[in-house]
Nanobody, 116 residues
Framework: QVQLVESGGGLVQAGGSLTLSCVAS????????MGWYRQAPGKQRELVAS???????YYADSVKGRFTVSKDNAKLTLYLQMNSLKPEDTAIYYC??????????WGQGTQVTVSL
């Protein structure tokens, strides 16, 4: 069983930055392909960014040039560096496997709120 714990969210003004972390634990010895998702009130959950075991990355058009996904295999940790934040980035952010194959049990997510 794998547990995913997200952290790093908070309140920030438009134009500010935050770094999110996702720590994996349990029956896992390496970070394979992983992604960041977000869900805003009244909206569907969407994939924001993902990274493969070989460190190839994907970004949704809405965050290209502003967000950077990375990983630390030794620490079993996934990161999302978010710059130039906009109010529309306000959401709960989750990490999980990329779509199409399987998902781990969803964690609690971390709230990102961007004002103005």
């Amino acid at each position: 069983q794998v547990q995913l714990v997200e952290s790093g969210g908070g309140l920030v003004q438009a134009g500010g930055s935050l770094t999110l972390s996702c720590v994996a634990s349990g029956s896992i010895i390496m970070i394979h392909s992983m992604g960041w998702y977000r869900q805003a009130p009244g909206k569907q959950r969407e994939l924001v960014a993902s990274i493969t075991a070989g460190s190839s990355t994907y970004y949704a058009d809405s965050v290209k040039g502003r967000f950077t996904v990375s990983k630390d295999n030794a620490k079993l940790t996934l990161y999302l560096q978010m710059n130039s934040l906009k109010p529309e980035d306000t959401a709960i952010y989750y990490c999980n496997a990329p779509p199409g194959r399987f998902y781990y049990e969803w964690g609690q997510g971390t709230q990102v709120t961007v004002s103005l």
